[in-house]
C-alpha cells in the first residue's frame, strides 16, 4: 500500500497551494483518509480528516476556515486545499488512511483515538512571510 502525496512547493504568505494524494495498492473508498503536518522541531499535528462519504469533514482550529478537505473516490485520492496560507503553515505535509474507518463521526475520525495504519512520506510546504 501506497499513499504518494504531492503539490507542495514555496509560496508566499496569503497564497494557496492545493495537496494531493493518491493511494495504491487498497482502495481506501470505503474508509477515512487525513492530513496531518510538522514542523521542524515539532510533532505531527492533526491538520483535517474526511470519512469515507466525502461530506463529513473535520479540522484542526488553526486551519479551519483557510483549508478545505475533498476526496475522489473513483481516484483513490484526496486533496488539500490551502489558502490565506500563513509561514506558520511551513511544514511537512503527510496523508493517512484507514480503508476500514467506517464511521462518519469525530469520535471515529478522532486519530487521537485510534491511529491510522497507513501513511505516506509528506511533501514540503514552504511560506515565506
Known amino acids: 500500500v501506497q499513499l504518494q502525496a504531492s503539490g507542495g512547493g514555496l509560496v508566499q504568505a496569503g497564497g494557496s497551494l492545493r495537496l494531493s494524494c493518491a493511494a495504491s495498492?487498497?482502495?481506501?473508498?470505503?474508509?477515512?483518509l487525513a492530513w496531518f503536518r510538522q514542523a521542524p522541531g515539532k510533532e505531527r499535528e492533526f491538520v483535517a480528516t474526511?470519512?469515507?462519504?466525502?461530506?463529513?469533514?473535520y479540522y484542526s482550529d488553526s486551519v479551519l476556515g483557510r483549508f478545505t478537505i475533498s476526496r475522489d473516490n473513483t481516484k483513490n485520492t484526496v486533496y488539500l486545499q490551502m489558502s490565506s496560507l500563513l509561514p506558520e503553515d511551513t511544514a511537512r505535509y503527510y496523508c493517512?488512511?484507514?480503508?476500514?474507518?467506517?464511521?462518519?463521526?469525530?469520535?471515529?475520525?478522532?486519530?487521537?483515538?485510534?491511529?491510522?495504519?497507513?501513511w505516506g512520506r509528506g511533501t514540503q510546504v514552504t511560506v515565506s512571510s
Open positions: 493517512a488512511g484507514d480503508p476500514e474507518r467506517k464511521g462518519v463521526s469525530w469520535f471515529n475520525l478522532n486519530p487521537a483515538r485510534e491511529k491510522y495504519p497507513y
Open positions: 495498492g487498497r482502495t481506501f473508498t470505503g474508509g477515512a
Open positions: 474526511i470519512a469515507w462519504n466525502g461530506r463529513d469533514l
